[in-house]
């Protein structure tokens, strides 16, 4: 950083004049939050600071001891913390999620967490931001990435159950966000059949059909009082896939929804029949028109894989480094 | 190509056996003739280019992309091909390419550069998948899991042909199968092939059960050991060959035992490997087993020898239809014409009574015999399993408690469950240390299998992708054929088909052996 006032410390970024970390990994007295994602947003913070969304979903995962003071910030409006001016703008990840613009004696930096170019109805758009030193994810920061069409994906399963209604179709996918933006891709194509969903899926879906976003008819799983699951479509977290619960189902089709699955050979060792290629992450040509359109002075990259992004703008002739922050997983996994 | 590269994807993306096969039905038939012989040569691993090799495929995409950006990607993604398609600048156009026009297009070069120029081309225009399936063609390994087996099997079912006919005749129409296909469909075979110098299918034996002591004349039998090496058929003709047991040319694998003669003849048995006169044993034979070419270190220090017990010609002529009998003379007439010193005959046993044979069968706890062998005397040469000529006895397996280390999830309908298993025994007396001996997939019931899989989610260690490591406790009795030293394996040890006899719930791993008691098993 140009004049450190906003380093990195064992619990994560954290800004000096501010007094403030943003996404810390340990809990910390005052913490800034892109989004709610579990590796992003911890419990046990003192004060934090999010988008309602944010907060909102934090406080349904964690219960009541999610942090001691929350304030809910909108998207837009700017905020000043001792000296240090703050504006949360959309990140375009899952709903609530937003990039953290601060600006200090004049010099701007927006950390954007995690973030995605291409449209998603159960959220606001990525906005570009001016700023000096951009600070970037790389979950997929190398060129071998490169999302397809998510309406062509989203067919792909259609066509599947289609094609074999004696079959139960499951199908792994990320709990927050994931889950519902492929929901609604579904239903954009025009599938209208009740979709099955595992209890942890459950809660989080009902509070995007509280915040008005149109899910169509979900049902639990559990509900449902039979041992024939043929011509059903079930969605679960991706660990599921392979664990006791999916024993259940005899005759099944297994799917990911996941940046990872435009690999080969990570589909085989998952086990998977029916890769979908969507992700909710930047792909490697998104991560470098967005740093074109930013075009700031100096580029930082704090999780993914950033040997690769990094190579590439040191050729390109862009200041650039590593933050190497620790505690974020590739959360498609 | 688009065909070809949604095989591929299916393939690898399906393990069972029987998807496969099914997958590779519905492939062939969506092709025309000309079309299918190019694609069961690909399959069958019988292409090659020899213009293009894998570097030179690194080198076309390091014109496009940064070194380190394809290191780090090769690094990722472990795969060369895909690596290559995903880097690959993406095409505007989306025109493709048909898989029987780039297979004549690559036939007309025979220099490197225009082969890639023609290949960079014809790149820029294709889908990425298709670009995949090129490479691989171009490399050879699809790695796509289709053995030569598999591929039989389903053209079993593509046309009028058996199981033994297809076996028989394919190193007639391999590495390119011209006409295979109408043959395939009931045409004659085409006359410029020599039947007897084909692959002839083995004569198999029935596994002996002890309620036939009592049906059997002793008298009517001859006894030969059963080595443990692998089946193989020696044709002496013009060029040579040796085939495995399913058919497959192992010529180069085992060059020091093919034998060229203006004259045919085929001679059936088994191939170990020998050393200053002592038979070593199955694991020495697996350094010779699938190399395609033998350096002269590999041929000093793993020797083959063929063991043969059976003649299906001689000198042209056919001897199938002679009893066993007169067959074992003409072999002992051929072998003393050919006079090489690694080719013997297998000896024939003395014995009076059962009681005699089943003393053999079980002090033959050797480490390079698997039991032993009745033959009928007057059993003509059958291809298949023909009832009551041959029976193998094989000696009792070894059982010993061993304790569970590691378990990973299987693969298709198992792959849910944790259901292949490491198992090992103790270091030492201090029962401290376990150390890995082998692994097991089989021998359990369903039920059994969920039992475990409950265990191993219960009692986990620590997770390693689809491994995880389990607590010491869960003794499993392993049965298993045969055991010897190996130098590939921790323990010093290697055991011959190990499986799951029982699983000791209630047994305490302190009762379970060490290493050094296991080792004493080996004579
Ligand atoms: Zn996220
Ligand atoms: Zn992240």
Redesign the interface.
Known sequence: MNNNWLIKKKEGLYCIPGDFYIDPIYPVNSALITHSHTDHARPGNKKILGTSDTINIMELRYGNNYCQYSQKIECGKLLKIRGVNIKFIPAGHILGSSQIYLEYKGEIVVVSGDYKRRKDITCDSFEVSKCHTFITEATFG?????HPNDIHETSKLIKSISENSDYCHLIGVYALGKCQRFITLLRKLGFDDVIYLHGALMKISNYYIDRKIDLGELRNISELKTSDYSNKLVLCPPSS????W??RFRKVI?GFVSGWM????R???K???L?IVISDHADWNEILTTIEEISPEKVLVTHG?E??LL??LK?KKVTCNALNLIGFEDEDD | MIKFSKLLDDLLLNSSKKKKIKILKDYFNSLETNEKELALSILSKNFSTKLIKANDIKIMIKRKISEDLFSYSYDYVGDLAETFSLLWPKSKEKKTISFFCFMKSIEKYNNKESLINFLEKTFDNISSNEIYAIIKILTGGLRVGVSEGILKECLVEQGVRNKFEIEEYWHAFSPFFKNFFCWLNGEALPNDINEKELFHSFMLSDTFDENLITKLNIKDYVCEFKWDGIRAQIVVSNFGKIYSRNGEDITNSFPELNITSNKVSVIDGELVVKKNGKILSFNDLQKRIGRKKVNSRILDEYPVHFLAYDILFMHDSDCRNLNLSSRKKKLESLLKILNVSNISFSPLINFNSWNDLKNLRNKSLNNHIEGIMLKKKNSLYVKGRPKGCWYKWKRNPFFIDFIIMYAQRGHGKRSSFYSDFTFGCWTDNSFKNLVPVGKAYSGFTNEELKDLDRWVRSNTLERFGPVRSVKSSLVVEIAFDNINFSTRHKSGVALRFPRFSRIRWDKPPNEVCVLNDIKKLIN
Do not use: A, C
């Open positions: 190398l060129p071998i990435f490169s896939l392979s664990d006791r999916s024993q297994k435009g690999i080969k050979q589909i085989k060792q086990n998977i029949q890769p894989r040997e690769g190579s590439y050729q």
